[in-house]
C-alpha cells in the first residue's frame, strides 16, 4: 500500500507535462514535415481540368486524377535520362569524393605532419562556400572567354577546350561539387580517426607495423562506420544535384531543364505551372532515395557494424 | 486568474473579428463605394514609387500600396500562389505574354468596359497582346518593345560593313566578316531567349496561337517562324553566327570587347548596354531591323508589360482608373520614361517632350526616338496562348540541344508545338485540328 501512492501521484504528473514539453516538437514536425508531406502526396493525386478556352470565370477546376500524374512522370523518358545522368554522376563523385576525403584525412592524422592546421581549414573552406556562389566562381573559369585557363593555352597556341560543352559539362559540375565536399567528409573522418584510442597505434609500430600498414590495418577497418556515414550522406547529396548545373544553365545550351530530376520537379512547379507533375515526381523522388539508402545502410551494416551485433 | 485572463483575449479577438466582419462586409458591396479606397500594386520597374506617390498625392481618396516584386516569370509564379490563398493585390505589372496564362488561372478580370475607349492611344499590335484578339481587355499597355538592329558602328567602318537592310545582306555580312577575321561574329544565335525568337518570328508573319470561336489554334510551328529557324540554323551551322546564349559573362565579355559586332534587340536595350557594356559608349547606332523582303517595314515585340486588374480586387474602377493614369496620362508617362527607364507603349507618349532627345549611350544619334516611334508602329500583333511557359521552356531545351548536336532548327521548331499541343490538351483546353 505505501509504495502505490507514489507511483500513483508519478503517473498522475506523467498525464500532463510530458506532453507540454513535447508540444513544440510534435508540432514542428506536424506542421513543417508531415503536413507538406502529406499535402504533395494530395496534389501529385490532383489535376486541372479545363473547359472550352478556359478564359472565362470558373473554367478551370482541380479533379481527382488517380495515379495519373504517377503514370506521366513513371513514363517520361525525360525523367529517366535525368535519373542515369545522376546515377552515373554518382558512380563518378562518390567514390572521388570519399578516396579524397580519406587520404587527406589520413594525411593530416600522419604523425609529426607539416602544415596541418592550414591545410585542414585550406580544405574546409570551399565547404563554407554556398553551392550558388561555388557554381557562379566555377562557371566563369569554365566560360572560355572569361576563363584564365583558356587565356593561358591561347598563349601558348594550343587548343582551347569547351569546359562547359556536351560532354564535359558532366565532369564539370562533378567538380564543383568535388570541390564544396570534399572538405567536410574530411573533417568527419579526421575526427574520428582522433578519437582512436592512440595505444592501438604505439602497439603495431611495437610489432614492426609501417605508417601505411597503421593506416591500412588499423585506422581504415575502424573507420568503417563513420565511413558509412559520409558515403551515405554523400550519396543522398548526390541524388538531390541541383544548385550546381541550375546556376549553370543559363551559361551554356549544354544543360537542359530536366537535366538532373529535382530541376525537373523545379521546372515543372515554377516553369510550366504543373504543381502536381512536380508533386507526383518529388515522390517518387523521395521514395527512390529512401529506398536506396536503406538498401545501401542494410548491405554494409553487417560488415561495418558487425562488432555491435 | 487565467480563466478572467483568457476571457478576456476571446473577448477581444471577437471584437476584433466582428470589426474586421463588419468592412468585409462593406468591401464586398458590388456597387463599388464611393469612400475611400486602398489598392495595392504589384510592380517591378526601378523607382515606380515615385509615380505611386504622385497618385496619392493628387488622389488622397484613392490610395495606392506599392510592393516591390521580381520581374518576368516570378511574378506570374507569385500572382497564382497570391490568387489561390485569396489575397492577390488589386494591380499588377505582367509582361504581354503571361496574360493568358493569369486569365486562365481567373486571376486577372476582363476590364473592358472600363478600358475599351484607350484603344485608340496604343498601336494595333501592342493592343491586340491585351485583349487576345477577343472582346475582352485583361490589362493596360505600359511598356512596348519593338524590335531593332544595334550594331558597333565604329567596327562596321573598320571592317567595311554597311548596316544591313534584308537578312540576305545579314547574312552576307556576317560571312564577309568571318572572311575578315575569326575574332569576331557578326552576332549569336541565343537559346537561353525565347522571347527574342518569338520577336523575330513574328517580324516573319509567325502567329504561334489564335482564338477561333471557342477553340485555340495552335500554330508553334507555322511557315514564319520555320522560316526563322531555317534561317538561323543555317547561319549557326555555317559558323559565320556564334550560337552561344545571352546574359552570360561570356556575352557581357563579348559585348564589351567587340566579339560580337551586332545585336538584334529591343527598344530597352540602350539600358542593357549600359549596364553590360559600358566601356562602348558612343559606340553603338541603331538601325531598323533588317527585313525579309526588301522595302518591307515591319518588326516583332521582345518583352514589354502591361497593368492588370486583379479579378478578386473589390475595387476594380478605382484600380482601373489608376492603371489608366499611370499609362496613358501625359504626365505619368513622362515621368515612366525619365524615372523608370519604360518606353511606354501610349503613342503620344512615344514622341513626348521626355524623348526628345536620344538616350545617353546613343548620343550620336539624334533620331534614336523619332526613329524607334517609326518602327514601333510596324510591329506585328500577336495572340499569346494558355501555356507560353511551356513552349518557351521547350525553345531552351530544343534549340540548345540543336546547338550542341548540331541539328536542323527545324525540328526544335516542332518540339515546341508538339509540347505546346500536348499541354494544352492534357489540361483539357479546346483546340481546333
Known sequence: MPTATPGVRRRGRRTGIPYVFLAPAVILFLAFFLAPIGYAGYLSLRKVRISGLGLGRGSRTEVFAGLENYRNAVTDSELWSGALRVLGYGALLVPTMLGLALLFALLLDRPRAQLARFSRTAIFLPYAVPAVIASLLWGFLYLPATSPLNDLLVRFGLPEPDLLGTDAVFYAVVNIALWGGVGFNMIVLYTALRAIPPELYESARLDGCSEIQVALRIKIPLLAPALVMTTLFTMIATLQVFSEPMTLAPMTNSISSTWTPLMKIYRDAFATDDRYAAAATSVLVAAITLVLSLGFLRLVQKRAFGQEH | MTRTLGAKILAVALGVSLVAACTSTSNDDPEEPTGPVELTFWSWAPNIEKLVDRWNTDNPETKVTLSKQA??????????????????????????????????????????????????????????????????????????????????????TQYGLTVPGTWEEFAQTARTLRGKTKKHFLTTFSA?????????????????????????????????????????????????????????????????????????????????????????????????????????????????????????????????RFATWLNTDAAATTMLVRECAVYPAARDAQSGPALASPPDFFANQADFYPLAKQIADTAAGVTWGPNVNVTYETYQDAFGKAITGRTPFGAAVDAMQTATVDDMRKNGFTIAG
Open chain 2, 71 to 156: 520581374g518576368g516569370a516570378d511574378i506570374v509564379t507569385k500572382l497564382l500562389t497570391a490568387a489561390k490563398a485569396g489575397n492577390p493585390p488589386d494591380l499588377a505589372q505582367v509582361e504581354y505574354q503571361a496574360l493568358p496564362t493569369l486569365v486562365s488561372n481567373d486571376v486577372l478580370a476582363d476590364i473592358a468596359e472600363q478600358a475599351k475607349p484607350l484603344k485608340e492611344k496604343f498601336s494595333d499590335g501592342t493592343w491586340r497582346q491585351v485583349t487576345l484578339g477577343t472582346d475582352a481587355v485583361y490589362a493596360v499597355p505600359q511598356d512596348a518593345a519593338p524590335m531593332m538592329l544595334y550594331y558597333r558602328a565604329d567596327l562596321f
Open chain 2, 192 to 320: 537561353n531567349d525565347p522571347g527574342w525568337f518569338a520577336g523575330l518570328a513574328q517580324q516573319a508573319g509567325a502567329n504561334w496561337w489564335g482564338i477561333d470561336g471557342e477553340f485555340w489554334k495552335v500554330t508553334v510551328n507555322d511557315a514564319g517562324t520555320r522560316k526563322v529557324a531555317d534561317y538561323w540554323g543555317g547561319l549557326v551551322g555555317e559558323g559565320v553566327v556564334d550560337g552561344k546564349p545571352m546574359y552570360t559573362p561570356e556575352w557581357n565579355k563579348a559585348l564589351n570587347d567587340g566579339s560580337l559586332l551586332a545585336w538584334p534587340s529591343a527598344v530597352w536595350a540602350p539600358g542593357v548596354l549600359v549596364g553590360n557594356a559600358p566601356a562602348t559608349k558612343g559606340k553603338w547606332a541603331m538601325a531598323p531591323l533588317p527585313q525579309w523582303t526588301a522595302g518591307e517595314n515591319r518588326t516583332g515585340n521582345w518583352g514589354g508589360s502591361s497593368t492588370g486588374v486583379t479579378a478578386a480586387s473589390k475595387h476594380k474602377a478605382a484600380a482601373v
